[in-house]
């Protein structure tokens, strides 16, 4: 707005000295004649003999024209110079605000890493050419950088290169920044190669358990809209108390910790979500939102208080693993063509959930791959087989801990 006006004001002042030069030029030519139009006067063309006299009033009209011009620019100039001033300290405002305002210290560990090219701690998983221990930096360093658009966090990183830590060191280091929470990010794979889905680890402890389940299901929740199936969050235990390491020293530390394992690396339908630098990215960029949602944070903005995160942080008991495979584990078939046995399969499992199912047409040799447990207490599929290969059918039904239970046809 003021670019046009101001771009206006140099046109005026343009046109009037230009037919202030052609009408000098005119009269010392005699030709008597302005042939210039003053668009702002609205005059037309004078007289031959009204030129020296139309010109001196043109004269005087222009210079206070000049005068006008000069006054407005310097006013203009002020005002712009004050508007910049009043921008700056409302920038300033802004800054100190966001440096004040309370924040979550939160530790990004990027999992595993070091030179080493044969320590499984130091590359962690091995597929596709690539390790797991290069992956979960892309997805710590696009976490970071997206969390760092939020007003009320300060990231720190285990780790921001290849550099290896021991997981005793990685607690240290948050405990060392006085963290209110450690992250650890990883991707996943199975023995079998058959699994496949996000799962959270968190300890199985009062508020450590809280505070790892409540941000665990934020996470697990974006990275579930973002297309991987959820397994949960689960606690594992050990000899001495929560089974994996990281876990247990942050917890010593009196930190809470949670292991988020996005994805199965040997798996394709995982890999596809995961196999580019944008894909890891996103990855880093839904854990950002998940953290962002648990704990209130507003993006561009510093809030002046830090909400209580959502769920609120109530002790809770343990929160024991589960030990125990489905139960009540049956299928029914049924033939509707001599190629084709139409199943459906029951399970319970009270103490977790039920998350995928397979099959074996040889007698158990061999498993096709899991599927995902896509219903209540039964899911029903359909598989090619003839009346004379039933006897190599063979059904299973897998919890969110893994445990797998074969059923009986009924
Ligand atoms: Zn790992």
């Not at 050419?129 to 990183?157: D, M, P, Q, R």
């Amino acid at each position: 707005m003021a670019k046009r006006k101001k771009r206006q004001k140099r046109i005026r002042f343009w046109k009037a000295f230009v037919f202030l030069l052609l009408a000098v030029l005119a009269g010392t030519a005699a030709f008597g004649i302005c042939r210039i139009k003053s668009g702002e006067s609205g005059e037309g063309r004078p007289g031959r003999d009204a030129g020296p006299a139309v010109l001196q009033g043109a004269g005087e009209r222009l210079a206070a024209a000049a005068q006008d011009a000069q006054a407005e620019r310097q006013e203009q100039a002020e005002q712009e110079a004050q508007a910049e001033r009043q921008e700056q300290a409302v920038q300033e405002e802004m800054q100190k605000a966001w440096e004040e305002a309370p924040k979550l210290r939160i530790v990004l560990d990027p999992g595993h890493g070091g030179p080493g090219t044969t320590d499984e701690q130091e590359l962690g998983a091995v597929f596709r050419g690539t390790y797991e221990k290069y992956l979960t930096l892309v997805i710590a360093k696009a976490l970071g950088e997206e969390l760092s658009c939020y007003g009320n966090v300060e990231i720190f990183y285990t780790r921001k290169d290849d550099t290896a830590m021991t997981l005793k060191e990685r607690a240290a280091y948050a405990a060392s920044v006085d963290a209110d929470i450690l992250v650890s990010l990883h991707l996943n794979a199975s023995k079998e190669h058959n699994l496949f889905g996000s799962e959270v680890f968190v300890s199985a402890y009062d508020r450590y358990y809280a505070q790892g389940a409540g941000l665990g299901e934020q996470i697990l929740g974006e990275l579930a809209d973002y297309g991987f199936a959820s397994k949960g969050v689960k606690t594992r235990l050990g000899s001495h108390g929560d089974y994996y390491g990281i876990i247990r020293e942050c917890k010593s530390l009196g930190i809470p910790a949670l292991i988020v394992e996005h994805g199965y690396m040997d798996e394709d339908r995982d890999w596809e979500r995961m196999d580019s630098a944008e894909k890891l990215w996103e990855l880093g960029r839904r854990d950002a939102e998940g953290i962002a949602a648990y704990f209130g944070l507003e993006k561009g903005k510093a809030l002046a208080e830090l909400p209580e995160p959502e769920p609120a942080l109530p002790s809770q008991p343990l929160m024991p693993p589960d030990t125990t495979p489905p139960e009540d584990v049956w299928y029914t078939a049924s033939r509707e063509d001599p190629d084709t046995l139409e199943i459906t399969l029951y399970a319970k499992d009270p103490e977790s959930r039920l998350m995928y199912y397979d099959y074996s047409l040889d007698g158990g040799d061999t498993y096709q791959r899991a599927e995902l447990w896509a219903g209540g207490e039964s899911v029903s599929f359909s598989v090619t087989l003839s009346e004379e290969q039933e006897t190599g059918l063979r059904v299973r039904a897998y919890n969110t801990y893994e445990l797998r239970t074969e059923a009986k046809k009924r």
